[in-house]
C-alpha cells in the first residue's frame, strides 16, 4: 500500500476524470493521497475534491508561486479554517526562487505566518523549496526549531547535508518522478543515503511525471515507478520501501493506516 504525500488532485487538469484517476491510484495500490491547497479561493473546491474519498486528506495553505493570489488577511482567514477544518496539515507553502519576478520578502512573510501557524497549531508543515533550500532551512530554525515545527521539503533538491541539517530540524524529504531520471545523480546519492524514516514518496501530480511519461499530465497511480526507482537506489525491496514511507506519511499527518 503507497501513500502519495503530495497530489494536486483538485488541479483543473484533473476536472474531467477525477474519479477514473482516484480509481486507478487504488488499483496500484495507493490508498492514500495528501492533497494541498495553492492559495484562498482553492480552498472550498479542495475541501469538496477531498470529500469525495476517505483516502483524500487536504492540506490548507498558500503557496509562494501563487503569490499574486495572496493578501495580508488570508494568513488570519488560513488560521480560522485550519482552526474549523482540522485538516492533515498546514501548506502548501514555501520559498520559490526560480520563478522569476515573485517578491522575496513577500514570500518569506507568507511563509514565516504559516510556520508560526505550525508551531501554534502543531500541525505538519509541506514546504515547498525551489532553489531555496537552505533559505527555507534558516526559517525553520528560527522559527520552528529544536523539533516545535514538523513536516516535509516535498520535491526534494537540495543536498546530503541539507537534508541530513532537516532531518535533525523533525523534516522528513518528498521523492517524486525526477528520481526516475538517470542524470539526476545528486539526488540518487541523496536517496541513497538518507534514513528510510525520512523520506516520503510523492507525485506532485499533474506535475512532475517519471522518466517514462515525461511531458504528460502525472497521476497517483504513477507512485509505483518512483517507489521502484528509491528501492532500486536503496537495494532494498520495493514493498519495504513502500511500507516504510506510508508509515512515515501516516505519522506525521496524523493517518491512521494500519489494519486497513
Ligand atoms: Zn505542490
Known amino acids: 500500500m503507497l501513500f502519495d504525500s503530495h497530489c494536486h488532485l483538485d488541479a483543473p487538469e484533473f476536472d474531467d476524470d477525477r474519479a477514473a484517476v482516484v480509481s486507478r491510484a487504488r488499483a496500484a495500490g495507493v490508498r492514500w493521497q495528501l492533497v494541498p491547497g495553492t492559495h484562498r479561493d482553492e480552498w472550498p473546491a479542495l475541501r469538496e475534491a477531498c470529500a469525495a474519498d476517505a483516502g483524500l486528506h487536504a ?41 522569476e519576478g515573485l517578491d522575496r520578502d513577500a514570500q518569506q512573510r507568507y511563509f514565516e505566518g504559516q510556520l508560526e501557524l505550525a508551531r501554534e497549531t502543531g500541525l505538519p508543515l509541506v514546504v515547498h523549496a525551489r532553489r531555496a533550500v537552505e533559505a527555507v ?53 541523496v536517496v541513497a543515503a538518507a534514513p528510510l524514516e525520512q523520506l516520503l514518496l510523492e507525485t506532485d501530480a499533474p506535475d512532475q511525471p517519471d522518466c517514462a511519461h515525461r511531458g504528460q499530465r502525472n497521476e497517483p497511480a504513477r507512485i509505483v515507478a518512483v517507489c521502484e526507482a528509491v528501492a532500486r537506489l536503496r537495494e532494498a525491496a520495493p514493498a519495504e520501501v513502500a511500507a516504510a514511507t506510508t508509515r512515515n506519511a501516516a505519522q506525521l499527518f496524523g493517518i491512521g493506516v494500519e489494519g486497513d
Do not use: N
Open 59 to 99: 492540506a490548507y495553505g498558500l503557496h509562494p508561486t501563487f503569490l499574486v493570489h495572496h493578501r495580508p488577511a488570508d494568513l488570519d482567514a488560513l488560521a480560522d479554517w485550519v482552526a474549523r477544518e482540522r485538516p492533515a496539515a498546514i501548506g502548501e507553502c514555501g520559498l520559490d526562487f526560480c520563478v
Open 137 to 189: 532551512i534558516h526559517a525553520i530554525r528560527r522559527i520552528g526549531g529544536a523539533g516545535r515545527v514538523r513536516g516535509v521539503v516535498h520535491s526534494y533538491a537540495g543536498s546530503e547535508e541539507q537534508a541530513r541539517q532537516l532531518h535533525g530540524l523533525g523534516f522528513l524529504i518528498g521523492i517524486g518522478g525526477p528520481v526516475t531520471y538517470a542524470r539526476a545523480k545528486r539526488m540518487h546519492r
